[in-house]
């Protein structure tokens, strides 16, 4: 089932013959071509241009290619008429009874034919199985029996079209009525068809006839999906997700794109009790998780370096948390991406949380959560049609409180989050969606433990320096981190014409930003009698975040082939804001042997608000993707141009200065399909960081002076491998090998406001991600990988973990006395890896940690008791030295009540 609207595959052997004129006129062309001298032009050069004019450069060398695309269009017009999926021998079907949506592109890969329909009139629609030799449309028939479908042959193209039965006739179990015949277009116009085709791909303008099916609907053209720009959730199967947004800003089937991406659905991550980004991705190779417990974005790193974290594709630094409420489901997109963001990305990947959008089905639930720590919160999410409008007004709400303890003393987090939505449905092609998100968040900060660094061999948790329970810390409870964000983010999409659908977006974010530090500069962390020195003083920042975008797509056929082209643009600007900060004030030491709760005063004393710098990006992009052999073969290219300044404010002069960066990327890729089930890809892909920070000069006193301006960071990276997806949506498997580079990284200087810039770094390794549904009782997860990461100079790289291991089984039981309950149990393995302190590397000892669940289902109520760290296991979780170390979280059961509706 492909979107093709200018091309119908014939069925069984009739449709051979066109297809050798067709390819027996593509080598005369070539042959003449090569006995002319001519040369096919390659893809145009992505060096960084001085200036906008230049790109009128690649224009001009693309004449010779127009013309060559002139005269395949007059060899397209000679190729014969096809014949239609209702005429010449059967074919041999095998399809299972099932979802519409699943069936209808399992039949339209076994008939080798096109099917033209509307996701909105088969959803919900169950086909029946059909097994035996038919030709295409009588095949399709017996599927569509007995439903509200029936299946119309267009005479002109052979295509088919999958449509709503009328109302007011036709027999019902959806054979086809006796149509109208239509009148023959004859081979000139058919010629007239293919030639306009040809001056597409030659990239001329063309002309489209409108064309009226059999019943008077619309041209079966505008039955064609284009891809949305918005992910359909419901088209996930439990843990498997079948499409992605994060690889190209439209929503696509993993199996079409030629890079690694993993979906964690909601599903999953209401089944795991996922409390943050850490407790989701654990379920995702190549992570490796050296975060602060408790913390949403801590040293988590994707292929050895720390990913970019975005939300519905908006990436601005000092976002902060996201509550996992509000989140309909995690794209992890691996390595890096040219078009994704117009400020840069990151060499190992992006994290994408897709908020929740309102939907046309009325739904909802009410959760309430307790536990030993982490746990005490409640939930309320509702979504449907506002009554009396005919579903074409659509709400969603959700709120989340959360006010708890963590496993350390004196660390908590309270919470408030409330996000309603509203979509209006213009027509079934066209809509506007306004959201807002209110998130006030107060979390007290975890800093740790001081340890034995006399042995560099490895740390331990017998390393450290004090004897005292592991929930005891330095923290002290008016030490935190205080967020309130208000958020608006406004969608809109239209279906302008049949081959062409465009979205105009608009996002706006203010933040309110306060943290408080109680640890002293220049002194221990604690001293050898166990007192904890304490100062406190505090930091506030209010930044504006602007963002106006548009994402569009055009999709297509030229003769044998589906191209879908999407181009937009990106505007971002990243402040005006500013920030104060207040003086020193000293307050009694705690004592690290003694659990108490010290009181400290809050200073009254502050600076003056001073502004903080601003950065704007503006990034156009465009990417082609071209399918050919009934989609078995895609082909995919990309270029980005990114302009990115930044007004820097230096408040010890008073003074603002500018950089400016100017920056091409690019992309492509090809994925081959040999059968339906499975692809063969390869990926080249690219990106930059404009960075923007100063760094240090050494001086001999020791001290640093300002050294001028780093850099742009920038990573390119090599992956192929394969992926294999069963139709009937119970696996998704991929395999894959990658090979990053990065250039110019930079590290901040401790105690002062500058960078290092540091030797490149490359990463290589294997990593495969298993999600498998094999009965509707059993869900499996299994995922590995292999990351070597060394600097320029053959070091390993800290923080990363070389092997992680995690798996997750889950059984459900369907009938009998145990009916509704189900029971998981998971483990995620991490091997050693190495910390820093200066020149000297530290080994951090593997651990494995084992999670179980047990969920009992009836009628509209969900009980769940999530344990984690299971076996109660004692370990490092990370940590900054030499100053402390981060240790993990001991064992944590909670229980959860949950009614839906």
């Not at 996002?507 to 020195?533: A, C, E, F, K």
């Not at 100017?662 to 990926?683: F, R």
């Not at 309950?821 to 080994?843: F, H, R």
Request: glycine share 8%; with cysteine.
């Amino acid at each position: 089932m492909t979107s093709r609207p200018n091309e119908a595959g014939g069925a069984g052997a009739a449709n051979t013959r066109p297809g050798r004129f067709f390819w027996t006129w593509l080598v005369v062309l070539r042959a003449l071509l090569v006995v002319l001298g001519v040369r096919l032009p390659g893809p145009p050069s992505f060096r960084s241009f001085p200036g906008m004019s230049s790109l009128l450069h690649p224009l001009l060398r693309s004449l010779r290619s127009r013309a060559i695309g002139c005269l395949m269009a007059l060899l397209l017009a000679l190729v014969p008429e096809r014949v239609h999926a209702g005429e010449g021998a059967g074919r041999r079907f095998h399809v299972a009874a099932g979802e519409a949506a699943v069936t209808l592109r399992e039949f339209s890969a076994q008939a080798g034919v096109q099917l033209l329909v509307s996701s909105e009139d088969i959803r919900g629609v169950r086909t029946h199985a059909v097994n035996g030799t038919y030709a295409p449309l009588a095949a399709l028939q017996q599927m569509l029996a007995q439903t509200r479908l029936i299946a119309r042959e267009e005479p002109t193209t052979g295509a088919i079209a999958v449509l709503v039965a009328p109302a007011t006739g036709g027999p019902d179990g959806g054979s086809t009525p006796t149509a109208k015949p239509r009148k023959p277009t004859g081979m000139k116009s058919s010629n007239l068809v293919r030639f306009a085709a040809g001056l597409i791909a030659a990239g001329f303008s063309s002309a489209m006839q409108a064309q009226t099916a059999p019943d008077g609907r619309p041209a079966e053209e505008e039955r064609v999906v284009l891809p949305t720009f918005t992910v359909d959730a419901s088209k996930d199967t439990g843990y498997i997700g079948s499409n992605s947004l994060s690889a190209s800003r439209a929503a696509l089937s993993i199996t079409d794109i030629p890079s690694s991406v993993v979906v964690i659905t909601r599903q999953l991550l209401d089944d795991v009790g996922a409390f943050d980004l850490s407790d989701a991705l654990r379920f995702v190779s190549g992570v490796s998780d050296a975060a602060m417990p408790g913390q949403d974005s801590g040293a988590f790193k994707i292929r050895g370096t720390g990913p970019t974290v975005s939300t519905d594709g908006f990436r601005v630094t000092g976002e902060g948390t996201q509550d996992l409420a509000e989140i309909e489901r995690i794209e992890v997109l691996k390595g890096p991406s040219a078009i994704l963001f117009a400020r840069g990305g990151s060499a190992g990947g992006t994290v994408n949380r897709v908020t929740k959008d309102p939907r046309p089905v009325a739904h909802g639930y009410v959760r309430v959560q307790t536990g030993l720590f982490d746990a005490n919160r409640v939930e309320v999410d509702s979504t449907g049609p506002v009554p009396g409008t005919n579903k074409q007004l659509l709400y969603r709400a959700v709120i989340a409180v959360q006010d708890d303890d963590a496993f350390f003393e004196n660390v908590s987090t309270k919470r408030y989050v409330f996000s309603p939505a509203v979509t209006y449905k213009f027509s079934e092609d066209a809509y506007a969606t306004l959201k807002y998100g209110y998130y006030w968040n107060k979390q007290t900060q975890y800093v740790g433990v001081p340890i034995d660094l006399s042995n560099p061999a490895e740390l331990r948790l017998e390393h450290k320096l004090f004897n005292v329970p592991t929930e005891r810390t330095t923290s002290d409870p008016n030490e935190y981190q205080f967020t309130r964000r208000n958020r608006l983010d406004f969608r809109s999409g239209v279906k302008l014409s049949p081959i062409l659908r465009t979205s105009l977006n608009a996002q706006y974010m203010y933040t309110d930003y306060l943290r408080t530090v109680t640890r002293p500069n220049g002194s221990p962390l604690v001293q050898s009698d166990g007192t904890i020195p304490r100062r406190w003083a505090a930091n506030a920042q209010q930044d504006y975040r602007y963002r106006l975008y548009s994402d569009n797509v055009l999709q297509y056929g030229v003769g044998p082939t589906a191209n879908t082209t999407i181009f937009g643009f990106d505007l971002l600007q990243e402040g005006p804001g500013q920030e104060a900060s207040s003086a020193n004030v000293q307050v009694a030491p705690a004592n690290l042997y003694r659990a108490q709760t010290p009181i400290v005063p809050t200073p009254v004393v502050a600076l003056p608000w001073v502004p903080r710098s601003m950065q704007r990006s503006a990034q156009a992009y465009a990417m082609h993707t071209l399918k050919a052999f009934s989609d078995r073969l895609i082909a995919t290219g990309g270029i980005t141009r990114n302009w990115v300044n930044i007004d820097n404010y230096a408040a010890a002069t008073g003074t603002w200065t500018k950089q400016s960066s100017i920056k091409d990327t690019k992309q492509y890729g090809v994925v081959v399909k040999p059968v339906t089930w499975a692809s063969l890809y390869y990926g080249y892909n690219e990106n930059f960081d404009a960075q923007f920070v100063r760094l240090g000069a050494l001086q001999p006193d020791g001290s640093y002076v300002d050294g001028g301006a780093a850099p742009p960071r920038m990573s390119v990276s090599d992956e192929y491998g394969v992926k294999f997806s069963l139709p009937d949506g119970r696996l998704s498997w991929s395999i894959a090998h990658f090979d990053t580079e990065l250039t110019n990284r930079t590290r901040s200087i401790v105690g002062t406001s500058y960078q290092e810039l540091l030797s490149g770094g490359k990463y290589q390794g294997w990593e495969s991600d298993l999600f498998w549904r094999p009965t509707d009782n059993l869900s499996l997860i299994a995922t590995y990988s292999y990351t070597d990461a060394v600097d320029g100079a053959g070091k390993q790289i800290e923080t990363v973990a070389p092997t992680t291991l995690s798996g997750l089984v889950r059984y459900d039981f369907k009938k009998g006395l145990f009916r509704g309950l189900g029971v998981s149990v998971d483990a995620n393995y991490q091997n050693e890896y190495v910390m820093a302190n200066g020149s000297i590397l530290y080994t951090v000892a593997p651990r494995t940690l084992m999670d179980a669940g047990l969920f009992y289902t009836w009628k509209k109520y969900r009980f769940q008791v999530n344990v984690n760290n299971l076996t109660d296991k004692k370990y490092i979780a990370g940590g900054y030295l030499p100053q402390r170390v981060f240790l993990g979280a001991g064992r944590n059961v909670r229980f959860s009540a949950t009614y839906t509706w």
